[in-house]
């Protein structure tokens, strides 16, 4: 997305997943899906967003280099900045979904 090659509007929420699924069930198709959700989740978990995991790796390598922990307040204001960068994300994705439903 960022080089341009994918367009932004790939990106899907909830309905864009029940639409990977598809309307007959096929039990490999459903845990194939499922693992690789999980596996995505598990990457975007890593990223170094203060709201997320990789976001206290950062601030617990940056106290392993430094020698010194960063402020209650400075942590509470990243982990604020994170979680509207998530909510953003989110917004964005259900947003592009229900573009999708009526275009």
Sequence with gaps: M???EVSAKNVSGPVGMAKIY???WDWTKFWSI???I???LAFMNLLPIPALDGGHVVFLLYEMV???TPSDKFLENA???GMVILLALMVFA???DILKLFA
Excluded: A, D, H, P
């Design 94 to 96: 259900i947003g592009n």
């Design 2 to 4: 960022f080089t341009g």
């Design 22 to 24: 598809g309307s007959t």
């Design 38 to 40: 999980s596996m995505i």
């Design 66 to 68: 430094s020698g010194r």
């Design 34 to 36: 499922t693992g690789l």
């Design 79 to 81: 982990q604020k900045v």
